[in-house]
């Protein structure tokens, strides 16, 4: 369980560093602020009582990808250390 939420925690860190590099990349850069997303179309439930809109979307950049391959790498070379048993 302990490695588990490691590896969540770090994967998490992953992307929202990427993020913030991504947006911030600029000039000679940019490159790393390209992304690509996948989108499924919102669907309307609707009745009298209640209405229900499910929707899906995800934009990934190639700095985000960059740092959730580092994120991996970092669990791979440290889980055992920092997580005993």
């Known amino acids: ?11 998490i860190c992953g992307c929202i560093l990427g993020g913030i ?3 911030a990349a600029s000039g000679s ?5 390209w992304s690509r997303g996948i989108t499924l179309a919102p669907s309307t439930f609707a009745t ?3 209405s229900l809109t499910f929707g899906f979307s995800v934009n990934i950049s ?6 959730i391959i580092a ?3 970092a669990y791979i070379k440290t889980a055992p250390k ?4």
Not at 1 to 11: E, H, Q, S, W
Not at 29 to 33: H, S
Request: net charge positive; proline share 0%; with cysteine.
């Open 21 to 23: 590099i991504a947006s």
């Open 71 to 73: 994120a991996i790498y």
């Open 29 to 33: 850069f940019a490159w790393l602020g």
């Open 62 to 67: 190639v700095a985000q990808v960059i740092c």
């Open 48 to 50: 009298d009582l209640i």
């Open 82 to 85: 920092v997580i005993s048993g």
């Open 1 to 11: 369980m302990k490695k588990t939420l490691y590896f969540l925690l770090l994967l």
